[in-house]
T-cell receptor, first 115, second 111 residues
Framework: AQSVTQLDSHVSVSEGTPVLLRCNYS??????LFWYVQHPNKGLQLLLK??????LVKGINGFEAEFKKSETSFHLTKPSAHMSDAAEYFC?????????????FGKGTKLSVKP | ETGVTQTPRHLVMGMTNKKSLKCEQH?????MYWYKQSAKKPLELMFV???????ENNSVPSRFSPECPNSSHLFLHLHTLQPEDSALYLC??????????FGEGSRLTVL
């Protein structure tokens, strides 16, 4: 069975400092992994995806994530936080060959950015 | 502009009311979804439609009734809801598995 754990419910950083949002997953088969972002009063937007190609994945707005099979992790990083990065971030796992609806969402990590 | 439009954005209804949520996608995608987002809980899949056919119903109570007349439109009909059904209801569409395009949601409050 697949599952996803976002290790922090809330992360606070200062503007200009690095961002690290942690995600661990459990999957029986080769997973696809995604990060989504949700700004206040908005729907979710795809930031980046991993689908068994390069393990370091670059996304929009300067975010990237690295797939580490040995650690079953897919942490999201950004070198320098911007005020507009304040939002909630969701890590998502999908098993290879799973149905279209078979996405498991994490509980989310709320990122606050202080000036 | 995300390409997926949901109306209304906010809805307040009593437990005996009947209302509907509407979703329209302008992206030419084949699949459409309803999700429920409640505070402090992971996103919950409700229904999936592929080429207008319902392919998944995630054990949703019958007081929620989806309708997909074509690949661009999706409705969620609401009837005799409970206060615990208050949540943000998100519609999404996709062409590739896992790559969802979400609307901004309909915030539902059941009194």
């Amino acid at each position: 069975a697949q599952s996803v754990t976002q290790l922090d419910s809330h992360v606070s950083v200062s503007e200009g400092t690095p961002v690290l949002l942690r995600c661990n997953y459990s999957s029986s088969y080769s997973p696809s992994l995604f990060w989504y972002v949700q700004h206040p009063n908005k729907g979710l937007q795809l930031l980046l995806k991993y689908t068994s190609a390069a393990t370091l994945v670059k996304g929009i707005n300067g975010f990237e994530a690295e797939f580490k099979k040995s650690e079953t992790s897919f942490h999201l990083t950004k070198p320098s936080a911007h005020m507009s990065d304040a939002a909630e971030y969701f890590c998502v796992v999908r098993e290879y060959g799973g149905s279209q609806g078979n996405l498991i969402f994490g509980k989310g990590t709320k990122l606050s950015v202080k000036p | 502009e995300t390409g997926v439009t949901q109306t209304p954005r906010h809805l307040v209804m009593g437990m005996t009311n009947k209302k509907s949520l509407k979703c329209e996608q302008h992206l030419g995608h084949n699949a459409m979804y309803w999700y429920k987002q409640s505070a402090k809980k992971p996103l919950e899949l409700m229904f999936v439609y592929n080429f207008k056919e319902q392919t998944e119903n995630n054990s949703v109570p019958s007081r929620f009734s989806p309708e997909c007349p074509n690949s661009s439109h999706l409705f969620l009909h609401l009837h005799t809801l409970q206060p615990e059904d208050s949540a943000l209801y998100l519609c999404a569409s996709s062409q590739s598995p896992g790559e969802l395009f979400f609307g901004e949601g309909s915030r539902l409050t059941v009194l």
